[in-house]
């Protein structure tokens, strides 16, 4: 069985480094970006299973980066985290298509779990 | 009273001046006319005498006793034109003159009746003749000349009085309106002065009015609107209080959650994953743990910079030198920005107590914004000259960048406020605000979007 491939979206090196350090450990592989931009160039090569990506970025931000990611692969599972943690952007985001939603600090169980689920549909 | 009062009773008093002079003038014409028809009357009469005279002279002459006839004849002439012009003349030089005029014509008339009927020519009888003849003409000659003189008199004082009352009309029409004018001035000017300080914040009263007039009422008018304007603004202030506050809270939250969360996943890792990792990965985790708290320490730091502004240590400085001394600390960030500054310092301008450091962080800062608004190839403004009131300084910082939204423009000065996204603090405005009001200054900003920014520092000039 192919391992599943997980990319991490944030501006905040240390999210992605984290997120990494534990999802390699569970079998997943991870790729890191800390802009929407370098994720898109990525993404239209490979396609990923999930896609875990931070909301608010500057220039191409998670919306953006959602919507991409649906035309390009319908299956895919996008799962947005935000330092903005109020009901207006959850709902902006869920209304999106998106698998999940997490505010920041994020716990890293929470999130293996909602990815663990992200990926048992299939 | 009321202004539309004194407009009234200024035209009231004009109009009785007017009035009175006009009276005047009809009654001295009145007077003229009299005289004048006294005059023609007189002048008939005198004619009349003067016949008379000549028959008289003849009589004794020649002797014809039908010239005395003549002469009785002209008397009844005489009497008749007298008694229909008796009130004229009465008027014209009084029922005295009258009488006296009337016992000569009276005398030389039975004169001529004595003579008619026991005519005689003797030297005695000519003599006595002549002598009420000629009494009779002079006081009629005389009268008629006193009159005229007199005539001529109330003319030459009319004309004097018309011109003096013109002059006197004029002059206090003038005065007057003048008076009332200067003193509607004087209102208008206490209100300019008083709307003036409204619309620069000044919301105290100026002055209560004393005047009962239509001033009186606007300026109290005015004072309630002042009043209502500082209690509105006072609540203006507290809820921009509040915004801020808000603003403030928001931005610090934002500012902490990155870090935090840094912290805290590294943290979950740490005790997630600890048998699996080796000593050097635990240590390094700890020290980035150590770098973000390094973060949220700065970030504290910089919010209690803002919040207690350090006391400005005020030294007399030159502006110019001050801002010569900035562009060199930003030369080389304009230069890779590829960006053309232009330097319009006044020169002789006053020199100004400052703190020098403070005010080049706000120069740093305004420079370093102007800067990143503006693409490659934009232009820098910066101008130093006096104030309007010549007791300011002005310094403005202009720039030919994207400008800045209307909606955004009232929030500039707000902590945290920053249309730089997430490379700005939104501090660095706010904290210039803070140190230039501490120098009880004024920053304030113009911009438009497309065309650039320009922010405009006042500072007070040295008050001896």
Not at chain 1, 73 to 79: L, R
Not at chain 2, 204 to 211: G, P, T
Not at chain 2, 368 to 390: D, E, P
Request: glycine share 6%; proline share 2%.
């Amino acid at each position: 069985m192919d391992r599943y491939r997980v990319m991490i979206i944030d501006d905040e090196k240390i999210v992605g480094d984290m997120a990494k350090m534990s999802l390699e450990r569970e079998g997943y592989v991870v790729e890191t970006f800390l802009n929407g931009e370098s994720a898109l160039i990525r993404l239209k090569e490979e396609r990923f299973d999930v896609v875990v990506t931070d909301l608010k970025m500057k220039g191409v931000d998670g919306m953006e980066v959602l919507k991409t990611v649906k035309e390009l692969y319908p299956d895919t599972k996008v799962i947005m985290i935000t330092a903005f943690a109020n009901l207006d952007t959850a709902i902006e985001a869920l209304r999106g298509d998106v698998h999940d939603f997490f505010p920041k600090p994020v716990k890293i169980k929470e999130l293996k779990v909602s990815i663990e689920r992200a990926l048992s549909g299939r | 009273m009321k202004i539309e009062h004194k407009i009234i009773l200024s035209n009231v008093f004009n109009f009785a001046l007017i009035l009175l002079t006009g009276l005047f003038a009809i009654q001295n014409l009145n007077a003229v006319l009299t005289k004048l028809r006294f005059i023609e009357i007189a002048d008939d009469l005198n004619a009349n005498f003067l016949e008379m005279r000549i028959s008289e002279k003849n009589y004794f002459l020649y002797g014809n006793a039908e010239t005395l006839l003549e002469i009785k004849d002209k008397i009844k002439l005489a009497e008749a034109s007298i008694d229909k012009a008796k009130n004229d003349i009465v008027r014209a030089v009084g029922a005295g003159s009258l009488s006296t005029l009337r016992r000569y014509l009276r005398e030389y008339s039975e004169m001529v009746d004595m003579i008619i009927q026991f005519p005689s020519r003797d030297t005695g009888t000519e003599t006595m003749l002549r002598t009420a003849g000629k009494n009779l003409r002079e006081f009629s000659e005389t009268t008629t000349r006193l009159e005229r003189e007199r005539m001529n008199v109330i003319i030459a004082r009319s004309k004097d009085f018309l011109r003096y009352a013109f002059w006197c009309v004029l002059v206090l029409a003038i005065l007057v309106s003048h008076f009332i004018s200067q003193k509607i001035l004087a209102s208008l000017r206490a209100i300019e002065k008083m709307t003036t300080s409204i619309s620069q914040g000044d919301f105290r009263k100026i002055e209560e009015s004393r005047s009962k007039d239509e001033f009186g009422s606007l300026i109290n008018a005015i004072n309630v609107m002042s009043e209502e304007l500082s209690h509105r603004e006072g609540e203006i202030i507290q809820s921009k209080k509040l915004a801020s506050l808000g603003i403030l809270t928001a931005g610090v939250a934002h500012e902490l959650t990155n870090p935090l969360n840094n912290i805290s996943m590294m943290a979950q890792n740490y005790v997630e994953l600890y048998d699996s990792l080796n000593r050097e990965d635990r240590i390094e985790l700890m020290n980035k743990v150590e770098g973000e708290t390094v973060r949220i320490q700065e970030i504290v730091k910089n919010l209690l910079d803002f919040s207690k502004p350090k006391e400005a240590n005020l030294q007399e400085a030159d502006i110019n030198a001050v801002i010569t001394k900035t562009m060199k600390l930003v030369q080389n960030m304009i230069d890779i920005s590829n960006i053309t500054t232009k330097l319009g310092l006044d020169e002789g301008l006053p020199r100004i107590y400052i703190d020098e450091h403070q005010i080049q962080q706000v120069l740093v800062n305004l420079i370093t914004n102007a800067v990143q608004a503006m693409s490659s190839g934009g232009m820098l403004y910066i101008g130093s000259r006096l104030g309007r009131k010549w007791d300011s300084i002005e310094i403005t910082v202009k720039d030919s960048g994207k400008g800045i939204t209307p909606e955004f423009l009232p929030h500039i000065f707000d902590p945290f406020f920053s249309t730089k996204g997430d490379s700005g603090t939104g501090l660095g405005l706010s904290v210039s605000y803070g140190i230039i009001k501490n120098h009880k200054g004024d920053i304030r900003v113009e911009s438009k979007p497309g065309v650039g920014t320009t922010f405009t520092i006042e500072l007070p000039v040295k008050k001896n």
